[in-house]
């Protein structure tokens, strides 16, 4: 039952390093444009909050699509990246964590957005009267005191990275070895004669790990909060 084969260590060792990208690397933006909705007031700010969320309410295999069509190697924004940088997504296990990071990264945004409206503006604002700039009271004050919540939207992203499928299995197919994380891996068991064993193995894999990166969210938020709440 637990002798996993090679292409299975594979695929879970995949999607761990798929979902880790995913989450560090959508980090940045997240935190500028979640912060830029929670405190600017500019023209479309509506709009962008719609588009951020599109990947919530459109079919997974729309976003994929529309990936495809832009970091694609014929892609508006793929084929310059591949012909001048020899930078590569589609069917590479970049494009699998760039699927997984699009499709995780509104539920990164509105953790992160929902923590900077909850800090109280006056502590910043007394930082501002005391000569700090605002890039040095963002650091110092609105980061720390919104941590708790940019832990929780990482855990979120971390873990709707690693259940991501329809985008993925669109944008970069199903390559074992090299695009195929576990969801794809579980899809192709279902697929195949005698591929229960593989399937079910996979899926209480997928359960576990879901399950220790909730329970990492709760281990990390109580030592963050207690950490803000003395500072």
């Known amino acids: 039952m637990w002798n996993f084969s090679p292409d299975e260590l594979t695929a879970i060792r995949l999607s761990l390093k798929v979902a ?58 793929g084929a310059p990246l591949a012909e001048n940088l020899g930078i590569v997504f589609s069917f590479r296990w970049t494009g699998a964590a760039l699927a997984a990071g699009v499709m995780a990264f509104p539920l990164l945004v509105r953790a992160v957005r929902l923590s900077f409206e909850a800090v109280d503006r006056k502590l910043e604002e007394a930082a501002g009267t005391l000569g700090a700039s605002r890039p040095w009271v963002f650091a110092t004050v609105t980061l720390p005191l919104a941590l708790p919540g940019v832990v929780a939207g990482m855990v979120l992203t971390y873990a709707k990275a690693l259940g991501e499928f329809g985008a993925t299995i669109t944008f970069v197919s199903n390559i074992p070895g090299e695009t195929q994380t576990l969801p794809s891996a579980i899809y192709t068991f279902t697929q195949i004669p005698g591929g229960e064993s593989g399937a079910l193995r996979l899926t209480l894999v997928s359960i576990a790990l879901a399950f220790a990166a909730m329970i990492a969210s709760e281990l990390l938020a109580r030592p963050v909060a207690r950490m803000v709440r003395g500072i």
């Not at 459109?58 to 069509?69: A, E, F, S």
């Open 20 to 77: 880790l990208w995913a989450t560090f690397g959508s980090l940045p933006l997240g935190l500028f444009v979640a912060y830029a909705l929670a405190r600017w007031r500019f023209p479309g700010k509506l709009v962008l909050d719609g588009v951020i969320h599109l990947p919530l309410v459109m079919p997974p295999v729309v976003t994929g699509y529309l990936l495809l069509l832009t970091f694609g190697r014929r892609g508006f924004l």
